[in-house]
């Protein structure tokens, strides 16, 4: 699957790359860092295994973990400027670069990938599916194909299975639970109760590959019919900005694709 993919949003972050220049060793990249300026937060990855002696391997080991903690503290602005400003000639920083986000961890993975070592995926053992949907959290999404179209590295904690996926959810009629541009987990087929539940909306299109996508808060009543049994009377597809409006559907219109999990970033 193609590594680049169109951002739905317009977020900006600004990343630096780090490299190593040990004596008598050949220059090493070594990491990169990536800050939301919007938010002040900040990531970081660097490579495991450096090309070092063994002493300056260990101290090299640690300097993620110390990093980390600097940028809780400092926040991300501020972490990176201390770099810029404190770091000496054996482990130097770049220019800082401006990069086109549309999930900060997934940018840093790739821009780590592409700039320092190449990360390996394991398909629902590291990683998930990125399907090419744009839900909407609002309105109805463009009428689209969807397909994967990437691996995203999973969140730490969860446990993971052939049923997980991850979506964008475009939109504010989510928010503040669900923030517009994110990229958020997803189970197919959710068995159980719908009620009350985030479910991922489907309608299908004109042709069968293409289809329509919202995300919301599902609620339905239930009739009971002249031989005794139950049906969906009015499904109620609800949003969370209560500056949004419900909508009231009709069973056979829309097919439930998905539970809403997380949001991831």
Known sequence: MPAGITSISAREGACAFLETALPGRPIQPAGVILIDPATDRGWIRLRNRFDADPEDAEILAAIEADLNIRLAELGGEACL?????????????????????????????RLFSEHVEELEV????????????????????EEMES????WIRAPEGVKLSNDLFVAHVAGRSMEPRIPDGSLNL???HPVGSRQGKIVLIQRFGVLDETARYTVK???????????????????????????CPAWNLQPDEFAVVAEWLRVID
């Open 81 to 109: 400027s201390w770099l810029e400003d404190c770091l000496s000639n054996v482990i130097r920083i770049a220019d800082r670069q401006t990069v086109a986000v549309d999930a900060f961890t997934r940018v840093l993975d």
């Open 122 to 141: 394991q398909p629902f053992v590291t990683h998930l599916p990125l399907y090419s949907l744009r839900a909407a959290a609002g309105g109805l999404g």
């Open 147 to 150: 397909v994967a179209e990437d």
């Open 186 to 188: 997803f189970r197919f």
């Open 217 to 243: 808060r599902y609620t339905s009543t239930k009739i009971e019919t002249a031989e005794g049994e139950w049906r969906h009377g009015e499904i109620r597809l609800e949003p969370l900005n209560p500056e």
